[in-house]
């Protein structure tokens, strides 16, 4: 049986470590697995009555990431798990692929998410060309030859220069994200999983403009400062169908639609509004009904040029801070937002929310809910 509706009934993250850090020591199917636990746990629901699990990550080794996770978490063994790389968008994507199986009638309960191990990724070789041996890189490429491929920070600082933001402008985006993270601790400590019983991200500090002047340049007035740092983190939500939302007599936060949408390589930042634009005309909601806003923050200009292009309301904007206050672990980022959204939704009856998020390659996605 097909479901029209399909609804999240919990949605728990891993605190945000920062790369080599205190999660330096755990696999990323241990780190996924825990926070998978502990999210059905939340949402009062058997392992094994879970029909699939979604797993977005971007670092791993390969080899089905999901399965790991699946195996790990020890899921029913016919949980294969499907795992995405989708970059940033991933963890958002694997949820919306997730709604859409349940849609289709063939799944009633799905766990979706992501996980990225900065900590714990392998070393990448590859040939420079025939002629010579194997070398190590760091970055893949994100566009085939015949596009403009530049690194992320140089192509936001273009961008930056493109819309007139200052560096001034983008460290003041990343001190307010600190201070409302800091303001937050105990509100976003209700939605984190205890992992190595770390209940607090552990990059959000106490920023300045001293501290952001100091700060080393990556591309222009692109900085370590207003930049998001490498991190570890998992985070994954529990999908279920009306009719399973009805016979179990859960609560919970309606998945009203999702958006995509692509640019040039070159302008990856700017993928968003095409995402966001999208989405609205999908769901016919207006942005003046929307009550919270999750926006990717993987630099602060980026967030900077969605919120004008898009004419968003700065006072609904990451609320409780964005990932310059905690870190960007790739294919949970995603995921991340979204929980977050669910987490602000549950407490507001009858409200929206919406979350958007950008990628290398030129994606963007947004995901709308409901309460």
């Keep these: 049986m097909s479901s029209e509706r399909v609804f999240i009934v919990a949605g728990k993250r891993s605190a945000v470590a920062p790369r080599s850090g205190v999660f ?11 926070v998978v636990i502990d ?14 699990l979604i797993v977005s990550n971007a670092l791993g080794a390969g080899g089905n990431p999901a399965r790991m996770v699946s195996l790990e978490a020890k899921l029913n063994l016919s949980v294969g798990g499907i795992s995405i790389d989708r970059q940033c968008c991933g963890g958002m994507d694997a949820i919306s692929i997730g709604t859409d199986l349940i ?34 890189y760091d970055r893949p490429a994100f566009a085939p030859a015949g596009f403009n491929d530049p690194d992320l920070a140089e192509a936001t600082a273009k961008l930056a220069r493109k819309f007139g933001i200052s560096r001034e402008e983008q460290d003041n985006w990343s001190i307010n994200s600190h201070s409302n ?45 207003n930049s998001a740092i490498a991190a570890d983190a998992a985070s994954f939500v529990v999908l279920v169908s009306e009719l399973f939302l009805k016979n179990k007599m859960c609560k919970g936060v309606e998945v009203l639609g999702s958006g995509t949408s692509g640019v040039i390589p070159e302008e990856a930042p700017l993928a968003p509004v095409g995402a966001i634009k999208a989405l609205l005309d999908q769901t016919k909601i207006s942005l003046s009904n929307v009550a919270f806003i999750e926006l990717m923050e993987a630099y602060a200009a980026q967030a900077i040029i969605c919120t004008r292009l898009c004419d968003l309301d700065l006072d609904k904007v990451n609320i409780r801070g964005g990932a310059l206050s905690r870190g960007h672990p790739i294919g949970a980022s995603g995921a991340i937002l979204v929980v977050r959204l669910f987490n602000e939704l549950i407490k507001t009856p009858g409200a929206s929310g919406m979350a958007a998020i950008a990628a290398a390659g030129g994606i963007g996605s947004a995901m709308m809910l409901k309460s």
Excluded: M, W
């Design 24 to 34: 330096a020591s755990l696999t990323y199917y241990d780190l996924a697995a825990q």
């Design 39 to 52: 999210t059905l746990k939340e949402a009062k629901i058997d392992k094994l009555e879970v029909d699939e």
């Design 103 to 136: 849609k289709s009638g063939r799944a009633e309960v799905v766990v979706a998410g992501g996980v990225e191990s900065y900590s714990t990724r392998p070393v990448r070789l590859h040939p420079e060309n025939s002629d010579h041996p194997l070398v190590s």
């Design 181 to 225: 993270a800091l303001k937050s601790k105990e509100i976003l400590r209700s939605e984190i999983t205890p992992v190595l019983n770390q209940t607090n991200d552990l990059f959000t500090r106490e920023l300045n403009q001293k501290i952001c002047e100091r700060a080393p340049k990556l591309s222009d007035t692109i900085t370590h400062a």
